[in-house]
């Protein structure tokens, strides 16, 4: 373990909690949300990346299916396969251990990966969880229940993921606001069934800031983390390349640049986690609905 705010990637300010953390787990994740200690989450997809999250102490790491988009340069996430997914979870858990192997790390099941039954999803899930995830994450509402349950009563922890769903991308209509109107009784309906089948955690994405503050008073067992979503979820989580400023295309409404001010990628990771742990990111000018 870390005794020093000395990093293979450049020296954290004193206040960093990263000397002596220990590792991320379930359990703590429950201490930390009894204790109203902000959840950070970024998404990373190789191993030094994955190693700078790590000093920066970030508290969890997704390795979301957006690679497709970043590291691929799909048009969406629907091209992704298993097979690349399993390929960049091995490569973050390699570089998470390289420093302190301290953050916890989701792998993202991929589109078509769980969607024919619970038995396709646990042997989807079994490779990344032998890849080195700790978790798994899948997107959808009411359909995905069953498979959640089936997961979580063989020992794999599951995210769920709900708003949204870039999967859904083209049945959506594109990516915009979810949960308006109408559509929030079925959302906090699928919620709540998620939270009732054992899944842990909870990406709520683009959805109202209200909406999602009550879901995460409804949901103690199941940590939110919002991404253009407001403050009020248990953490926040942001696309890497976004918060460094590097998105290609044209970066959401509700991302912040934290490289601004910064001299290194460590640095601007450290302010994340220092601006989810405070409560100064997200500020409610970056998202109006
Ligand atoms: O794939 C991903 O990176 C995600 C985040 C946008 C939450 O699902």
């Known amino acids: 373990m870390n005794t020093s705010n000395a990093t293979p990637y450049g020296t954290l300010p004193p206040a960093s909690p990263v000397a002596a953390r220990k590792p991320i787990s379930l359990p703590r994740l429950q201490d930390m949300r009894e204790r109203g200690e902000k959840i950070s989450m970024l998404t990373a997809y190789d191993a030094t990346f994955a190693a700078v999250a ?8 997704l390795v979301g299916d957006s690679l497709g988009m970043v590291c691929q340069g799909l048009p969406s996430t629907v091209g992704v396969s298993l097979e690349t997914m399993r390929y960049h979870v091995e490569s973050v858990v390699r570089g998470v251990q390289r420093v302190q192997g301290t953050t916890w790390i989701i792998g993202d099941l991929p589109f078509g990966s769980y969607h024919e039954s619970r038995e396709q999803a646990l042997r989807s899930a079994t490779v990344l969880m032998q890849a080195g995830a700790h978790m798994v994450k899948l997107e959808g509402g009411g359909w995905t229940t069953e498979t959640v349950r089936f997961l979580v009563e063989r020992g794999i922890p599951v995210c769920a993921h709900l708003g949204l769903t870039p999967q859904t991308v083209h049945a959506l209509g594109g990516y915009r606001v979810q949960g308006r109107g109408d559509s929030a009784a079925k959302l906090r309906q699928d919620a709540l069934a998620l939270q009732d089948a054992g899944a842990a955690m909870l990406v709520l994405e ?31 989580v942001l696309v890497m390349h976004d918060m460094l400023g590097i998105n290609l295309g044209k970066n959401p409404k509700f991302v912040r640049n934290f490289m601004t001010g910064q001299s290194s990628v460590l640095d601007a990771m450290g302010a994340y986690v220092r601006a989810v742990k405070d409560g100064s990111f997200p500020d409610n000018t970056l998202h109006a609905w």
């Open 54 to 61: 790590d000093a920066a102490g970030v508290d969890c790491i």
């Open 206 to 236: 683009m959805v109202p800031a209200a909406l999602s503050a009550e879901l995460t008073e409804a949901l103690p067992r199941c940590h939110t983390i919002g991404i253009g979503a407001g403050k009020g979820t248990a953490g926040q």
